[in-house]
């Protein structure tokens, strides 16, 4: 699932790419938390893989407005909602 949502996007930008990195990471939290809850673990990795993914196509899209507002809060925890 990973491989296609990303072939999807072409060729990324930095940012892209560190969404695509962030939402790799968040999967593997996801999967971990899955395993010692007794969750079913390939779904919830899919649900921390495709969490972000407006903001990837946002991005695709070649909003440069979103794009410059996303890197300006990109730092913060929550800062843009």
């Known amino acids: 699932t990973s491989a296609v ?3 999807h996007f072409g060729k990324p930008s930095a940012l892209t790419r560190r ?7 968040v999967a593997s939290l996801c999967r971990y ?3 010692h809850l007794g969750l ?10 495709l969490h ?3 903001q990837l196509m946002m991005l695709d899209d070649g909003d440069r407005e979103y794009a410059a507002l ?5 730092d913060g925890f929550d800062t843009l909602h």
Do not use: C, V, W
């Not at 969404?19 to 790799?24: A, F, N, P, T, V």
């Not at 079913?40 to 899919?46: G, V």
């Open 5 to 7: 949502l990303f072939d």
């Open 19 to 25: 969404k695509q990195e962030h939402g790799s990471l």
């Open 33 to 35: 938390l899955a395993i």
């Open 40 to 49: 079913p673990q390939d779904d919830l990795f899919t649900i921390g893989l």
């Open 52 to 54: 972000d993914l407006g």
């Open 70 to 74: 996303i890197e300006s809060h990109d």
